[in-house]
């Protein structure tokens, strides 16, 4: 049977892959003492590999029933993180996978765990990796889940309507844009303008002009009216600048931390007005919008007055009470405080506590565990188990602002009570 399956699937399919594990899965009895954790333990992803294992740690505690959580190292690519999770599955007969980590090995992993039906809880952002894979869960926070929490907010809530977007010309820039673009429509909303610039460029101001649609030949009659303005108030016409076209009410930057405020800089130099930047005294502003990667304290002084009151979310906040206890805990263990990256790990150490504790001696039942797990304790990103609907961790995505003072949760509007 699994010959005839092989001959009809297309080379690198799930089906192909199932015929090529069918006969090493028989017989094999999984260790239901044991859990394989994917991580990238060498290579120039190893720190972020060794941070990711004390957070799962820290989270895992003690554990459950016995069970131990035992660590392979993924390598830096598909070959060897595919190697890992065979390794894991067949020779470790481990009752389940957590991770791996990096979203370029993703499918790999999910395509073993998938064709030998061994539950996989991944610690990666590829939002693709569980499609039409049951056996697959993710334990991390997807950039889509995140737009969808960010378009929810900023459209019911503070009023907007239509869009730019101001991307990094790279994959995930690119992902992150198509990903607003999808929600924002869906919500009956509009793009107007989409502009990416160079990852490595430190002016980004030619690609701010660009977004502000600064083309001098086509908008020629208004160019020589501006002129005549600045020289009717006494000014050097010379010295005007043609003003960008603002039709939308944000601008959508997905980058981190430390390049939005060479992003924001480049929209104030072409008079675009963001944060608290105006042109005119009590003009209009256009808030940024942008995800998790905004989220660090140093982006207040870095980016200034051009980045206040934007919105951007995440789902963790350091200073949050309810997340005191990880952090402190981390900090002691790591001698650093945790990134968003730990604190979901964290939190995916303790499903994976809670599902460990069923009496669950079989894949399938195990799978089953960690869908029905539930946390009761304070989680460090609000989670409380896996969504049954998408199959990942159901970690709250806040909505953040910042002022000169630091980042702080945008609070929503309480409902209106019924008459």
Do not use: C
């Not at 600045?230 to 039709?247: E, H, K, T």
């Not at 934007?310 to 650093?336: I, T, W, Y």
């Not at 609000?382 to 980042?407: E, M, P, Q, Y």
Request: net charge negative; charged share 25%.
């Amino acid at each position: 049977i699994a010959a005839r399956i092989r001959a009809s699937a297309e080379a690198g399919s799930d089906d192909a892959a199932l015929a090529d594990y069918a006969l090493r899965r028989v017989g094999l009895q999984p260790d239901p003492k044991t859990i394989a954790v994917l991580l990238p333990m060498s290579g120039k992803y190893r720190g972020v590999g060794n941070q990711l294992k004390k957070a799962l740690q820290l989270g895992w505690g003690g554990g459950a029933g016995g069970r131990k959580l035992v660590f392979l190292d993924t390598g830096e690519d598909e070959k060897s993180a595919r190697a890992a999770a065979e390794k894991a599955i067949f020779e470790l007969r481990a009752i389940a996978v957590v991770g791996p980590l990096r979203s370029e090995v993703a499918n790999d992993v999910a395509q073993v765990a998938q064709a030998t039906r061994t539950p996989m809880l991944g610690m990666h952002q590829d939002g693709e990796a569980a499609d039409d894979r049951p056996w697959v869960m993710d334990g991390f926070s997807t950039p889509e889940a995140q737009v969808d929490g960010l378009v929810a907010h900023v459209m019911q809530y503070d009023g907007m309507e239509s869009f730019a977007i101001f991307a990094p010309d790279n994959a995930y820039g690119r992902a992150a844009a198509d990903a607003f673009t999808k929600a924002v429509e869906a919500r009956g909303g509009t793009i107007t303008v989409r502009e990416h610039y160079d990852t490595e460029a430190q002016d980004l101001i030619p690609f701010a002009k660009k977004l502000g649609r600064k083309d001098y030949k086509a908008r020629a009659a208004e160019w020589a009216r501006v002129k005549r303005e600045v020289a009717d108030a006494g000014g050097d016409p010379s010295r005007a600048v043609l003003p960008p076209v603002i039709d939308f009410d944000g601008i959508f930057v997905p980058d981190g931390w430390r390049r939005i405020p060479v992003a924001a800089a480049g929209l104030a130099y072409e008079e675009f007005p963001v944060g608290e930047f105006r042109i005119t005294p009590r003009g209009p502003t256009v808030p940024l919008l942008g995800l998790s990667g905004w989220n660090n304290e140093q982006l207040v002084t870095a980016g200034g007055p051009y980045v206040r009151n934007s919105r951007f979310v995440d789902v963790f906040l350091p200073d949050d009470s309810a997340v005191r206890e990880f952090v402190n805990g981390f900090r002691q263990e790591a001698g650093k405080d945790p990134s968003t990256l730990e604190a979901q790990t964290w939190t995916v150490g303790r499903v994976l506590r809670a599902a460990a504790r069923a009496d669950a001696s079989t894949r399938e039942a195990f799978r089953k565990a960690l869908l029905d797990a539930t946390v009761s304790d304070a989680t460090a990103t609000g989670a409380t188990g896996i969504d049954d609907a998408t199959r990942r961790i159901d970690h709250t995505v806040r909505v953040l602002s910042l002022n000169k003072d630091g980042i702080f949760v945008v609070k929503s509007p309480e409902p209106d009570a019924p008459e």
